[in-house]
Nanobody, 116 residues
Framework: QVQLVESGGGLVQAGGSLRLSCAAS????????MGWYRQAPGKQRELVAS???????NYADSVKGRFTISRDNAKNTVYLQMNSLKPEDTAVYYC??????????WGQGTQVTVSS
């Protein structure tokens, strides 16, 4: 069992920055990959960025060069640094973790709103 608590969402102006955090608790020793997804109104949920246990990362094309995902295994926390935010980044952002030999876990979601 893994529990995820997200924080850091909010309202920012275009060009601004936000840093999302997702802290895991429970059976954290078995956590493998960690990532961030987002879902905008009327759109499907999409992968924004992910990071493997050893630090390999991948990003959606739409956020490359602007967002950075990182993790602190000692703190069982994954971060998403979002810079140069655009209105099209507006969405609910969800933390996701994969557990070895088990299911994925999702955070509750945090709203990110970018105004023009």
């Amino acid at each position: 069992q893994v529990q995820l608590v997200e924080s850091g969402g909010g309202l920012v102006q275009a060009g601004g920055s936000l840093r999302l955090s997702c802290a895991a608790s429970g059976s954290t020793f078995s956590i493998n990959a960690m990532g961030w997804y987002r879902q905008a109104p009327g759109k499907q949920r999409e992968l924004v960025a992910s990071v493997s246990k050893i630090g390999n990362t991948n990003y959606a094309d739409s956020v490359k060069g602007r967002f950075t995902i990182s993790r602190d295994n000692a703190k069982n926390t994954v971060y998403l640094q979002m810079n140069s935010l655009k209105p099209e980044d507006t969405a609910v952002y969800y933390c996701n973790v994969g557990v070895v030999h088990s299911t994925n876990y999702w955070g509750q979601g945090t709203q990110v709103t970018v105004s023009s």
